[in-house]
């Protein structure tokens, strides 16, 4: 609701810090959310690292698009040291689950 300004007025500071609190509590979207706000700098300063261990939270929990966006920043040594072999075992993760950008990352780097 903040981040977007639903029935309020955007605020990214709180954004932020509801969002933390939901992913700290373990909800898996909140989790990837944050590390997309920690990668963008919303509400925060930009912090791959903390964006990184975020996105991997979710991954870990379930959520395809946090493993694929974490096999990626693997496979790319984006705010964390590139890991192709890792990368690509999450790529496959979100593959295996039908998700169609993973699907598309291991095409393009010829992995079946």
Known sequence: ?????IGTDA??????????KAANAG???AQFELGKMYWRGQGAPVDK??????????????????AYTYGAMLVN???V???MDTGITWIKKAADKDFAPATAALKKLEIK
């Open 1 to 5: 609701m903040y981040r977007a300004g």
């Open 27 to 29: 909800h898996a979207k």
């Open 77 to 79: 040594g984006d705010g």
């Open 81 to 83: 040291a590139k890991d």
């Open 11 to 20: 605020d990214p500071n709180a954004s932020l810090e509801w969002m933390t």
């Open 49 to 66: 690292p903390t964006a990184v261990t975020w996105t991997r939270k979710a991954a870990e929990a379930g959520i395809m698009q946090a």
